[in-house]
């Protein structure tokens, strides 16, 4: 099993930058696949960015590339993403997400989540 606990969200003004973390624990972390998504209320979970095992790639939602940034540091057990300029449409719970293989876009099949981190955005 792996354990997954988000950290880093909260309130921010239109404009601002947060980063989320992603503490995991209970398996080799570096053999995971590691990944970001999102479920604002009233809308389904969408994609926001995954890295590989060892971060050589990343892929990001189309829309979101250059404002957000994934990254991992295998030492912390640890995956972060840097969110910046945040808009109110970014305001949506924040799941991360562990995969010994792929994070597929749609989510489909991913072993293990964490409970989320609520991201609020005000205009």
């Known amino acids: 099993q792996v354990q997954l606990v988000e950290s880093g969200g909260g309130l921010v003004q239109a404009g601002g930058s947060l980063r989320l973390s992603c503490a995991a624990s209970g398996r080799t972390f570096s053999n995971y696949a590691m990944g970001w998504f999102r479920q604002a209320p009233g809308k389904e979970r969408e994609f926001v960015a995954a890295?590989?095992?060892?971060?050589?790639?990343?892929y990001y939602e189309d829309s979101l590339t250059g404002r957000f940034t994934i990254s991992r540091d295998n030492a912390k057990n640890t995956v972060y993403l840097q969110m910046n300029s945040l808009k109110p449409e970014d305001t949506a719970v924040y799941y991360c997400?562990?995969?010994?293989?792929?994070?597929?876009?749609?989510?489909?099949?991913?072993?293990?989540w964490g409970k989320g981190t609520l991201v609020t955005v005000s205009s």
């Open positions: 890295i590989s095992r060892n971060g050589g790639i990343t």
């Open positions: 997400a562990a995969d010994s293989t792929y994070i597929q876009r749609g989510g489909r099949g991913i072993e293990y």
